[in-house]
């Protein structure tokens, strides 16, 4: 419990000890005046968006003005080692306003040790949780670096919510977890006000998580996120592949560029051809382009869940089109795709042209265009199109036959 009187008194003494005026103290940390008064007479107290500053312009920590008294100078503390804890504990009090939500099955909030979350389904027969758990990849770095830090986490939150709905899963509750070499407000802010929009964009609710400061372990700056999520579907109703037969389609949903992979061949392209950044794309910079958050799919095609009607569906992520699509394709079928049928996006084109990179290396590397696939019974195709295309661009690109190979091409990619 906050002190204010003991406060004030070691706001005011530290003021004193440095020979500095409340109008000088002021005029540092961009206040009135009439505000230092206040904080030193006990009437109010600095609040955790000037906190950090006022610590450095005392030279003391924001552990010891919460206390209102400075730690013995030869002793170890929390808060020598890069860590504030009455800090992080003010940080994760405003993270409060980006965890309320109107899910009723949330039992509890920020503060519990572990979250509560109400199981009960009636509609349900057989529930089955479908669980996962995901992070944004060495583009996080690149969002960090460019100030990308709210859009990285909806790259997160969307690439999970993609990977559970794949089997018929609809999404309930994400944890998260950040990990950073110090906490900075305004960063820990942004990423959870980030990760709970995508949430509800996605039909889920952000329960809680964990924020690790790790000082002697991660650099300064340095931000690692991760997530985890709970899913739900009726046991009869997964889909995993299994009913997928000789003659289904198979369907190809646009991706809108990159999504979440291929980052480590992008950073060295870019390493070797600097100017690439500020080169335009279909109007937009090279990094506008490849920044583009991940496209959530669970909108579109969570219409069509129940119906029997979605035999098999695949996230394209690392791995490309057959590293993806072959883990639901049923032994002795094979998915034969038609390269050429691909409407490749631009920025693939660009990348390959740039760096030199083979057809099957930027197939095993990059979506190329196609950022979800859905094996259907082939007299429903168009209907699922005609559904699909309500949201994203939805066409063709090969069929179910008898083989060995579970993922085949043929035909070439059509890069001009």
């Given amino acids: 419990m906050l002190n204010n009187i003991k406060v004030g008194n070691f706001i005011m003494n530290k003021r004193k000890s440095l020979g500095l005026t409340q109008q000088q103290l002021a005029e540092q940390l961009n206040v ?4 230092i008064s206040k904080w030193e007479n006990g009437t109010t107290y600095p609040n955790i968006e000037i906190l950090a500053d006022l610590a450095n312009v005392l030279d003391v920590t924001t552990d010891e003005i919460l206390a209102g008294s400075e730690r013995d100078a030869e002793g170890l503390s929390y808060s020598k080692a890069g860590i504030d804890i009455a800090y992080t504990d003010a940080i994760k009090k405003e993270m409060s306003e ?18 509560l979350y109400d199981m009960d ?5 057989n529930p089955v949780l479908v669980l996962k758990s995901e992070e944004p990849g060495s583009k996080q770095k690149l969002a960090m670096e460019y100030g990308y830090t709210e859009s990285i986490c909806h790259d997160m939150i969307n690439h999970l919510v ?12 994400v944890l998260d977890t950040i990990v950073c070499g110090n906490a900075e407000k305004d960063t820990i802010k942004a990423l959870v006000k980030g990760i709970s929009e995508s949430c509800r964009e996605n039909e889920c609710s952000l329960v809680g998580g964990e924020t690790s400061i790790q000082p002697l372990v991660v650099a300064s700056g340095v931000y690692v996120l991760t997530s985890s999520i709970v899913g739900i579907a009726e046991r009869s109703k997964v889909v995993d592949g299994s009913a997928i037969e000789t003659g289904d389609a198979v369907l190809a949903i646009a991706s809108n560029g990159l999504h979440t992979n291929g980052y480590s061949l992008v950073r060295l392209l870019m390493d070797k051809i600097p100017q690439i950044k500020l ?30 009607i979605l035999h098999g569906m695949a996230h394209i992520t690392g ?18 795709i038609d390269l050429s049928k691909i409407r490749v996006l631009n920025i693939f084109k660009y990348i390959r042209d740039s760096g030199n990179i083979s057809d099957e290396e930027m197939l095993r590397t990059f979506n190329c265009g196609v950022g979800f696939i859905l094996v259907v019974p082939r007299k429903k195709k168009n209907t699922v199109m005609k559904h699909i295309s309500q949201f994203y661009d939805c066409y063709e690109i090969g069929n179910i036959e008898k083989g ?7 035909q070439r990619m059509n890069w001009l």
Avoid: W
């Fill in 32 to 35: 009135s005046f009439q505000a």
């Fill in 98 to 115: 980006h965890l309320e939500t109107g899910d009723r099955r949330i039992l509890n909030s920020l503060g519990a040790f572990a979250s």
């Fill in 121 to 125: 389904f009636p509609e349900i027969q």
């Fill in 162 to 173: 993609n990977d559970i709905a794949v089997m018929g899963a609809r999404p309930l509750a």
């Fill in 279 to 308: 080169d335009k794309i279909d109007g937009l910079t090279f990094i506008e382009q490849i920044m583009k958050p991940h496209t959530p799919y669970y909108q579109a095609i969570k219409g069509l869940f129940g119906q029997n």
């Fill in 319 to 336: 791995g490309g089109i057959e590293g993806n699509l072959c883990r639901v394709i049923p032994d002795g079928l094979s998915a034969r």
């Fill in 404 to 410: 060995e190979h579970k993922v085949a091409f043929e």
